[in-house]
């Protein structure tokens, strides 16, 4: 199951994917992750596509990743008399707390939380930004708006408050449950909704206890102007850039992404570009060249992962999908511009041991007849430097606990391998690099390959040895005794 290209894939399960034979050929068509999305599907359900990925690793012999996605606190309108109306340019419109049911001048907005914070000239956004309303004077549990875009609003509308950093917290009482339920479960990467501030992703990982590791999603504009810190507080990142496409002008999006993945880059942790890449599959069987060029450029700017979102999760062609995702990333890697534009963005200060041992791995690597970069890593961080590093060359993990093997499935070029025992000296960890490195097809026995570690073994953060190995375990043993 080698893949033949190192962006990872990401695909979440639905209605159109809800079994074993679709699942599994999801995941032989190029799906590396899967994601689980807690607003849509009960707790039943979301177990049972949870077995079902589970019983595929067993199955298939590699290890799989599955993502928990929690919904987040949802901002909506409340009802109208009449089910909807129709808001028109320039009238003026009404948002206040009381329960009564709407009509034409006013509905309910049942979030005091907003009012705290609105100031007159805030914009209001509805229906994903389709009608959007400029607040010319508030309360504590009101605010007049002018209509500035009009059009049909109905019941239960989304509300997006851009201009304003809201005090509401990441975790809703349900994300809550949701997140308990995830862990005890035993997924492994949590990612978090509406993310404003560091702060919410402390609360996260202090609910997680290390079970999974934590995914902040960037959707909104205070997310942007906090990511340095988010960044340091979260294992990944998601560009979430449908909300964070409503909330800011749409052309600010992509110097956005390029910099929050260049971000994420130096900082060796995963980042998942996400929303829309392949929209128009979730109808048709091929996509537009809009969205293959989207999906490329993610790819050329270095992501780790780039997601399917309804295209394999409620649309009709949800294989079809992954397979154009997995054939674009491959056509996009073997062309030679993507090695300029992957070696020329490398901005890496290596400041520390593990920092040198890394870019050494790939500089022998890249100037000798190696086949393959081998790391043994106990936490994921060996693993990690080296993919920071974007080598030409392909990257085998090899975990002796397999939630950092499934954890590092979301991370960039590599191929994540579960040790049957736990390696205690070097000289082992080089014998099962070299026959791992055999056995899934990256090398011969008569070729070479780089092996890192950290002595002593199964501490994590100890990187601090690197040897160049033959793939022939005869000749470790010959070594060993001359």
């Known amino acids: 199951m080698r893949r033949l290209r190192k962006v990872k894939v990401v695909a979440t399960l639905g209605p159109a994917s809800n079994d074993y034979q679709t699942i599994r050929a999801l995941f032989e068509a190029g799906a590396d992750v899967f994601r689980l999305n807690m607003s849509h599907g009960s707790h039943d359900e979301i177990a049972a596509r949870h077995a079902i990925i589970r019983q595929i690793e067993a199955d298939t012999g590699r290890a799989v990743a599955v993502l928990v996605d929690l919904q987040g606190p949802k901002l909506r309108v409340g009802t109208f008399a009449r089910g909807e109306e129709e808001l028109e340019d320039g009238r003026n419109f009404r948002l206040d707390l009381d329960p009564a049911q709407g009509d034409a001048r006013r509905v309910s907005l049942p979030h005091p939380e907003i009012f705290q914070v609105l100031e007159p000239g805030a914009e209001l956004l509805v229906n994903d930004g389709r009608i959007r309303l400029r607040v010319d004077d508030c309360g504590k549990d009101f605010a007049e708006c002018t209509v500035m875009v009009g059009g049909t609003i109905s019941n239960r509308k989304g509300v997006n408050v851009p201009d ?62 906090a990511f340095a810190e988010i960044l340091a507080a979260s294992d990944g990142i998601m560009v979430a850039r449908g909300d964070l496409g409503v909330e800011l002008p749409v052309q600010n999006l992509p110097p956005i992404q390029k910099r929050l993945v260049r971000q994420c880059r130096a900082a060796a942790k995963p980042v998942i570009v996400a929303t829309q890449m392949l929209e128009s599959m979730i109808d048709s069987p091929v996509p537009t060249r809009a969205e293959v060029s989207d999906v490329a450029t993610a790819i050329y700017e270095g992501a780790d992962a780039v997601m399917l979102s309804a295209e394999s999760a409620a649309g009709a062609y949800p294989v079809e999908a992954v397979t154009t995702m997995n054939n674009v990333a491959i056509e996009v890697e073997g062309d030679p511009t993507y090695r300029e534009v992957i070696d020329s963005s490398r901005r890496i200060r290596h400041e520390t041991v593990a920092d040198g041992i890394v870019a050494a791995a790939r500089e022998i690597a890249e100037t000798t007849d190696i086949k393959a970069i ?23 993990a090899l975990a002796s606990q397999p939630a950092t093997a499934r954890r590092l499935c979301l991370t960039w070029g590599t191929h994540c391998v579960v040790t049957d025992t736990p390696v205690e000296r070097f000289k082992m960890a080089v014998v099962s690099a070299a026959r791992a490195a055999r056995h899934y097809g990256f090398a011969t026995a008569e070729d070479q390959i780089v092996v890192t570690a950290g002595v002593p073994f199964n501490v994590p953060g100890t990187t601090n040895i690197l040897r160049v190995a033959p793939c022939d375990e005869r000749l470790i043993y010959r070594a060993e005794l001359e």
């Open 164 to 225: 304003v950093v809201l005090p509401l917290a990441a975790l809703s009482d349900k994300d809550r449950e949701d997140l308990i339920f995830a862990c005890e479960l035993g997924v492994d990467w949590i990612a978090l909704s509406f993310v404003q501030r560091a702060a919410d992703v402390t609360e996260a990982r202090e609910l997680v206890a290390g079970r999974a590791a934590v995914l902040s999603k960037i959707e909104k504009p205070a997310g942007v102007k």
């Open 374 to 396: 081998c790391c043994f890593t106990e936490s994921g961080t060996t693993a990690a430097l080296v993919a920071r590093e974007r080598p030409h060359l392909p990257i085998i």
